[in-house]
């Protein structure tokens, strides 16, 4: 039915809102990755305690929501021998609150270098492969093919687990995971953009097939693999979570919110809720936020 | 022409195995890991390592290794040419055998799961495709972003939390069965039937009740990229000449609905077919925390103990059956969209 409404009323018909003009769904994204970024870079240091020192404090519940405000008042007037734990502290001794707003530094980091690395390969052979078409670059797809079918999380799992379990490899590991998505990607859109006239007129004006394939070619072929990217992100860092709540992930007490959610499963069946739920709405929300981001930017891209 | 398309996928799917065999088999082998060290601990006499090493067979060449693995040598060892996948490093029994003991407990949950998410996913997509940009068609736009970006380990744990310590309505998560029941005689491997063809109701209802919980969490998690699916391929099919003409010729608004969801369900079904080879792997962490002792906690424990002949298998199982899966749900597309011939 919409088909055929715009046919015979078109432009008018139905009213586009501005591209520039963002949505509430998209604000709620981007406040959180905002919130997210700042905690990457400040987290640690805006802690009432050291995330990676344990107190004397084991297993304590958090205070109710009635309690908070008291707390809090004596917090300020210095009345309290030490600061409260607004999350409870787990069964190791450390305070939740400050390790949870920490986290975003270990998660973060991850999660954004092995996209950077993985949107760098990714682009460079998905151009190479898209643009110069011939036997090598055929296999450079297929054997792309081959890495895509692996399956991510246990692959993700052995080259960690075998490498050493460091943040720097798995890194490497979540960039190897999610380069083949980012070479579809860019190959698909190079494909469609060497077909487009602007490419014939920079041949015709006598440009090199590297320069037109580098300043021509490229910048029009990299919105798609950006927008994946703020996806990407929220999925590295749900993979990130994953691994080491399997302990394929980094090692403790590195703060980062799976190896926080995975010291507190064994708690959780006799009831202590608070040492798992904390980190884990912590990546529920931060990974929504990027599939929101995501969502939204690539809405944005089609309207155009 | 079907015929000649389905050999065709599976000549094509044998070449992508054996790639991928290849592949895996270096890549583990490329990596800085010590897995005799790990079987027999870092403070062995290095008689005893070099020993350990000789018995797994790390003494030859890496080709000779591989050769073996592959099959060609079956009088030093039976390879994948005989049909073996080889023998666990940390067990000593055979990889073949360990797989078909915990792969049919995830086949089991991910199909449960799929299906239940399927069953709550087509009403509520064709729900938003019927409405769309009104309300509900919002807020299962909000509900399917969110539910397709969640930690789904965290939220089983929440629901254990919620289900077993405070409400009590679900059973402990130790398994498919309480640690109490002694299991019925495996036949299929499949817990549902193996009870039922001991004939023991009692002990399916146990299975069932323990399935509950792990099905819930993936199927929710699951239904996030399958209600936007559905509601995606809804709305491509409303507005099809086709729905346009049966709209004009006066048939009723469910016939038309109905028409438009068998042809949204064709392009569905690739989609399908991907998340079900993803969940094969991903339901790993969902395993994990109920202890269901499927695939995945299998990959887990062969990952840890560097077991390579293990995860070489693990991961060779789970792409063979997911490539199968791609090709059963093409034919079942060709089957459901009679506008499609191979």
């Known amino acids: 039915m919409a088909a055929a409404t715009q046919e015979l009323m078109p432009e008018q018909a139905t009213y586009i ?109 998905g151009l190479v492969a898209g643009y110069w078409r011939n036997w090598s670059t055929e296999l450079l797809i297929r054997v792309s093919d081959v890495l895509q079918s692996f399956p991510v999380f246990i692959m993700a799992m052995v080259l960690v687990a075998l490498a050493g379990r460091s943040a720097t490899n798995i890194i490497i590991a979540l960039a190897f995971v999610y380069t083949p998505i980012y070479l579809r990607l860019t190959r698909a859109e190079v494909l469609s953009q060497t077909s487009r006239g602007f490419v014939e007129a920079a041949r015709a004006m006598g440009n090199s097939e590297l320069s037109i394939a580098m300043r021509h070619v490229l910048p029009n072929s990299l919105t798609p693999a950006l927008i994946q990217s703020s996806v990407t992100i929220g999925f590295a860092i749900l993979l990130t ?41 912590a990546i529920s929300l931060t990974v929504f936020g990027f599939a929101v981001l995501g969502n939204a930017l690539e809405r944005r891209y089609e309207r155009g | 022409m079907l015929l000649r398309y389905i050999t065709r996928r599976t000549l094509i799917g044998f070449v992508q195995l054996f790639c991928l065999v290849i592949a895996v088999f270096f890549l583990i082998r490329l990596l800085p890991a010590d897995p005799v060290s790990r079987l027999v601990g870092l403070n062995s006499s290095p008689e005893a390592y070099e020993q350990a090493a000789r018995q797994l067979g790390l003494h030859r060449s890496l080709f000779d290794q591989l050769g073996i693995y592959l099959g060609l040598n079956p009088e030093i ?18 990889v073949g055998s360990e797989i078909t003991t915990f792969l049919p407990v995830t086949l089991q949950l991910i199909t449960l799961a799929f299906i239940l998410a399927f069953v709550i996913s087509i009403p509520v997509g064709m729900l938003g495709a019927l409405n769309p940009g009104k309300a509900a068609d919002k807020g299962i736009f ?9 930690p789904e380990f965290w939220w089983g744990l929440l629901f254990v939390y919620v289900f077993y310590f405070q409400l009590g309505w679900a059973p402990a998560p130790l398994g498919q069965l309480s ?34 919980m792990p099905v819930i969490t993936l199927a929710f998690i699951l239904s996030g990229p399958i209600i936007k699916m559905v509601r995606q391929n809804m709305v491509r099919a409303l507005q099809s000449d086709f729905v346009l003409y049966a ?32 969940m094969l792997s991903g339901a790993v962490l969902v395993e994990s925390v109920f202890s269901l002792g499927g695939i995945g906690q299998y990959a887990i424990r062969s990952v840890l103990a560097f077991d390579y002949p293990a995860i070489q298998g693990v991961v060779l199982v789970i792409t063979a059956i997911s490539l199968i899966v791609y090709l059963a749900l093409d034919l079942i597309h060709a089957a459901i969209d009679p506008r499609i011939a191979y």
């Open chain 1, 17 to 125: 809102p501005p591209a520039h003009r963002a949505d509430w769904l998209m604000r709620i994204g981007v406040s959180i990755v905002t919130l997210v970024i700042f905690l990457a870079i400040f987290g640690p240091y805006i802690g009432p305690y050291d995330p990676t020192r344990t107190t004397i404090r084991i297993a304590v519940p958090p205070p109710g929501f009635t309690e908070m405000p008291r707390l809090f008042w004596a917090w300020i007037d210095g009345t309290l021998d030490h600061p409260p734990h607004w999350m409870g502290t787990d069964a190791n001794g450390y305070d939740i609150f400050s390790r949870v707003i920490a986290a975003p530094r270990t998660d973060l980091k991850i999660a954004l270098l092995a996209n950077i690395l993985s949107l760098i390969a990714g682009i460079f052979f």
């Open chain 2, 247 to 278: 709209n004009l010729i006066g048939l009723p608004g469910k016939r038309v609905a109905r028409y438009a969801l068998r042809a949204a369900m064709g392009p569905s079904m690739t989609l399908i077919g991907i998340l079900y080879g993803f």
């Open chain 2, 179 to 212: 640690p109490m029941t002694f299991p019925p005689e495996p036949v299929t491997g499949f817990m549902l039937i193996d009870t039922l063809i001991a004939g023991e109701p009692a002990k399916f209802f146990e299975a069932l009740h323990h399935l509950m």
């Open chain 1, 241 to 281: 979570a994953g691994l080491s709540f399997v302990g394929a992930g980094v090692r403790p007490p590195t703060p980062e919110w799976g190896l926080m959610i995975s010291t507190g499963a064994n708690q959780i069946v006799l009831g202590e809720w608070w040492p798992s739920v904390f980190p884990g709405l």
């Open chain 2, 142 to 150: 909000v509900y399917s972003l969110f539910a397709g970006s969640q």
């Open chain 2, 77 to 94: 060892a039976q390879g994948l040419l005989q049909g073996s996948l080889g023998t666990s490093w940390a067990t000593g029994s055979s």
